[in-house]
Each structure stands twice: as C-alpha cells, then as structure tokens.
C-alpha cells in the first residue's frame, strides 16, 4: 500500500523556522519525483517546492525561493522541506506527493500519489 505521511507541521511565529518531512511507503522513491504543494483556505493548491529523482535538480515556487530548502534521502524513503523566516502568508496545509515519468514538477495533476497533508500556521 502506497502512503505518503507528512510531519513537521505546526505553529510557529513569524520569521520561525520549521521542517517538514514526509516518509514514504510502498515504493521506493529513488526513480521519483517528489515535490511539496500548499493549500491555504479559500486558494488553489499551490506549488512550494520539487525535487528531480536524482536530487541533481530543485525547483521553487516564487514564494519559497530563498527561504525554502527541499531534499531527498532515497537510501530512506524520505523527502523533507526546510523552511525558514516564516510569514503568516505561510500559513497553509502541506502536501508531500510524487510522480514517476514525464512531467510537470510544478503541476500538481502530473502527480500519482499524494499525502494527507501537514497543517503550518504562522502567527504574527
């Protein structure tokens, strides 16, 4: 059985830190391509980050870059983003999710697998 679990998630004040991680189960990551997307109530899920399946190549969404970092450990299962000097525009549920073959890291529907997300709040 496939599952993508988020941890991490939680409250934290602004320009906090907190890093998420999400453990992957029922295939192995190494020939996928993983990414974290984000949903703020009332929004669109929104891409944050993504990671190629070598970990050669990282994307960001605009909101994340320079203060997001994503990384991948195949050897365990695990992706994980750090993120730093958080804001209140932050705040959002979390989403691990992977894809294997051709795609778009940032699109959201080339992916297979999903998790149930991780809440972030930020708080001023």
């Known amino acids: 059985q496939v599952q993508l679990v988020e941890s991490g998630g939680g409250s934290v004040q602004v320009g906090g830190s907190l890093r998420l991680s999400c453990a992957v189960s029922?295939?192995?990551?190494?020939?996928?391509?993983m990414g974290w997307f984000r949903q703020a109530p009332g929004k669109e899920r929104e891409f944050v980050a993504g990671?190629?399946?070598?970990?050669?190549?990282?994307y960001y969404g605009d909101s994340a870059k320079g203060r997001f970092t994503i990384s991948r450990d195949n050897a365990k299962n695990l992706v994980a983003l750090q993120m730093n000097s958080l804001t209140p525009e932050d705040t959002a549920v979390y989403y691990c999710?992977?894809?294997?073959?051709?795609?778009?890291?940032?699109?959201?529907?080339?992916?297979?697998?999903w998790g149930q997300g991780t809440q972030v709040t930020v708080s001023s």
């Open positions: 029922g295939f192995t990551i190494k020939n996928t391509h």
């Open positions: 990671v190629g399946w070598s970990g050669r190549f990282t």
């Open positions: 999710a992977a894809y294997s073959g051709y795609g778009d890291i940032d699109v959201a529907s080339d992916y297979d697998y």
